[in-house]
């Protein structure tokens, strides 16, 4: 069964920090391109930052100073670190995969996606 799972998320407060992850089962993340995408309430899902199959890495200037994104083969998991969160960075956090991806950003290119997990800032 293919299936991707987010985990990692929680409430945390301003100026923090968290890591999620996102594990694999059922196929090789490997061999897929991996992007994270976030969705607040009332907003459609943004593309946040990606990573490819040779370590080239894409992401949105809202975020690459703040996001950070890591394989670990091993685990057949990615990471996407994020620093210095802010209220904004308030959503749902979801993980997807794809074979072919030309719009690393973009949700329509992805084949898998996990579920999600919520991430909160509040004070």
């Known amino acids: 069964q293919v299936q991707l799972v987010e985990s990692g998320g929680g409430k945390v407060q301003p100026g923090e920090s968290l890591k999620l992850s996102c594990t694999a089962s059922?196929?090789?993340?490997?061999?897929?391109?991996v992007g994270w995408f976030r969705q607040a309430p009332g907003k459609e899902r943004e593309g946040l930052i990606s990573?490819?199959?040779?370590?080239?890495?894409h992401y949105s200037n809202s975020v690459k100073d703040r996001f950070t994104i890591s394989r670990d083969t091993g685990r057949n998991t990615v990471y996407l670190q994020v620093n210095n969160l802010e209220s904004e960075d308030t959503a749902v956090y979801y993980c997807?995969?794809?074979?072919?991806?030309?719009?690393?950003?973009?949700?329509?290119?992805?084949?898998?996606w996990g579920q999600g997990t919520q991430v909160t800032v509040s004070s």
């Open positions: 990573i490819g199959r040779d370590g080239g890495i």
């Open positions: 059922g196929f090789s993340l490997n061999s897929y391109v």
């Open positions: 997807a995969a794809g074979f072919i991806v030309p719009e690393r950003l973009k949700v329509y290119d992805y084949d898998y």
